[in-house]
């Protein structure tokens, strides 16, 4: 295949599943062929809601983190956050600050990413509330005020739901997604939580079919 290539992760900081990827996902990206570009997009699974999270739904969640915990050896969730949370069922507020802490440093989007799913599923601290994303934001060095303005501003709400049509447009409405970019054509690479090994295979095979 000829054009631009590179891969595309679609993703959201508080999807649960794209926590127990990401190990798998940096060996990935360390064996991604050197032609191959990298980059993300986010998902944003669900919107802002100041409304708690039904009961049925946090058994649910727990269920999958639980599910996840036996299916991806060594990923670990602090199931504190249940009892010591307000859950809401809101994630934007969170991919909102993974686009403002990229518009202060482009360096700074992975370690805002780990910030919010560490914050989360390790330290029992909700990323749906502004006040937990602008202090992980002034841990990573940025100035609280600036991010604070950035992560409600307009400009940033419309760079996500741009993000959001791009994914649902190249077929990922779920999280996490691979999709290689090869020119204008977009092909799955089938996700795989504990080996790169076959996503790579994949990723071989279409660059040079």
Known sequence: MTGHQQLI????????????????LSQLQDRLPEQLGFTRLLGGLAPDNDQPMPMALQSKLQDTWHRIQSRIPGTQF?????RDCKPRRSTWPACRAVIAARASDPALELPMITAIQHAYYREARNPSDPGTLATLATGLGLDGKEFANRLDAAHTRDILEEEIRQARRIGADSFPSLRLQTGDSFWPVPVDYTDPEPMLDTIHALIND
Do not use: Q
């Open 9 to 24: 992760y679609i993703h959201d900081p508080m999807c649960s599943w794209c926590w127990g990827f990401s190990p798998t």
């Open 78 to 82: 602090n199931f504190d956050f249940w």
